[in-house]
C-alpha cells in the first residue's frame, strides 16, 4: 500500500508538474500575442490621431480662406512685378554709395515664374567690398529693409582682406 500511494503520490505531482508547465508555456505565447495586438492598435490609434489632425488643420484652413485671400492681396501689394526687377541694381548701387560699399551685382539663372500659390523668383549674385560695418549695415538693409523688394540669401561667404572685408552672396529676389 505504501508502494502505491507513492507511486499515486509522483504520478499526481508529475501530472501537477506537466499542468503548470503546459500553462507557463500558453501563457507566455498569449501574452506574446498580446504584447503584439496591442503594439497594433497603438499604432492605428496614432494613425487616426493624426489623420483627425490633419482634417482639423484642413477645416481650419477652409474657414480661414476668405483671411488667407485678404493677406494674399497685400503680399501682392508689396512684391514687385517682374518687370519692376531692372530698377533693383540701380535701387543697390544708390544703397552701396550711401555705405560706401563697391560691389557687383547679376542675375543668375532662369527666372522661376509666379502661380496661384507662389511668388516667382529670380536668382542673382552679389559681391561686395568695404569695411567691416559699412558691409553689414549694406547687407542688412539689401536683406531685411528693402523698400519694395524681398530678398532672400541663400548663402553667404565673408572673407577678411587685410583692413577691408569681401562678401559673396547668392539668393532671390521674390516678384508676383
Known sequence: MVKNFKRELIISIAFIAGSMLIFAAAAYFLSDAITTKAEK???????????????????????????????????????????????????????????????????????????GTDAGYIRFSLDSNGSYMSLTNFLRDVEFKAPRYMTKFDDFDLKRNGDTYSASVNGKIFFR
Do not use: C, H, M
Open 41 to 115: 492598435i497603438s499604432s492605428e490609434r496614432s494613425s487616426i490621431q493624426n489623420r483627425s489632425d490633419l482634417i482639423e488643420g484642413l477645416a481650419e484652413q477652409k474657414a480661414s480662406s476668405p483671411e488667407v485671400k485678404k493677406f494674399q492681396q497685400d503680399i501682392n501689394l508689396i512684391l514687385p512685378q517682374k518687370d519692376d526687377l531692372v530698377n533693383y541694381q540701380s535701387w543697390l548701387d544708390g544703397l552701396s554709395r550711401v555705405y560706401q560699399v563697391s560691389i557687383n551685382f547679376q542675375f543668375v539663372g532662369d527666372t522661376v515664374p509666379s502661380n
